[in-house]
């Protein structure tokens, strides 16, 4: 298994600002992952984090918005830029060890 | 296109058994089970890869029928424990092994004394 961590655990942002939030992972894993899940709702893919190249963004989510790091095989950031009161949701990453994948504790954000 | 759950809710009372399931409408290389309490992180409670295979921990067991498409957690002798929202996550053979997981609407499940 996987101990993930996300900091910071919640913010309150204002329109037009941007977030970076961190993702670690207390051992090397191959893939991990980024997702938004809105209170009440399902869990929806963002993009998968490649470690060494740029991030494979799922239907609906551009890089300019969304920019994703993976410098190395435990650490992975996801900036929300520009934010808008549609961006208010719980962001979590995810990571893969021998097919099972673990979340982190999610990060709440709320933009006014 | 995301897979359905069924049933949307259920409420039991301690000691009773429960079945949900999860649906595709794609041919599936994996399905993953989750339960998530209020204000907490989804928690993996197992895979199963094509082949057919049944799994299971403690009192909580699940199918997965590669040909039907559909996968089923089974959760018997309910504790109070097992209440929260369980989620089916699938990957398709069309994303088989890139860990892409596409989750189902989740199931609300409400265990009473």
């Known amino acids: 298994s996987a101990v993930i961590s996300q900091k910071p655990s919640r913010d309150i942002c204002q329109r037009g600002t941007s977030l970076t939030i961190q993702c670690q992972v207390d051992s090397q894993v191959t893939m991990m992952f980024w997702y938004r899940q809105q209170p009440g709702q399902s869990l929806t893919l963002i993009a998968t984090a490649n470690q060494g190249s740029e991030a494979t963004y799922e239907s609906g989510f551009v890089i300019d918005k969304f920019p994703i790091s993976r410098p190395n095989l435990t650490f992975s950031t996801l900036t929300v830029s520009n934010m808008s009161p549609e961006d208010s949701s719980i962001y979590l990453c995810?990571?893969?060890?021998?097919?099972?994948?673990?979340f982190g504790p999610g990060t709440r954000l709320t933009v006014t | 296109q995301q897979p359905v759950q069924s049933p949307q809710a259920v409420i039991l009372r301690e000691g009773e058994d429960a079945v949900i399931n999860c649906s595709s409408s794609?041919?599936?290389?994996?399905v993953h089970w989750y339960r998530q309490k209020h204000g907490e992180a989804p928690v993996f409670l197992m895979i199963l890869l094509k082949g057919g295979e049944q799994k299971g921990h403690d009192k909580i067991s699940a199918s997965f029928n590669e040909k039907k498409q559909q996968s089923s957690l089974y959760l018997t002798a309910s504790q109070l424990s097992y209440s929260g929202t369980y989620f089916c996550?699938?990957?398709?053979?069309?994303?088989?092994?890139?860990?892409?997981?596409?989750f189902g609407q989740g199931t609300t499940l409400q265990v009473k004394p």
């Open positions: 794609k041919a599936l290389y994996s």
């Open positions: 995810s990571a893969q060890s021998s097919y099972e994948q673990y």
């Open positions: 996550g699938t990957e398709d053979q069309g994303s088989s092994n890139t860990g892409k997981l596409i």
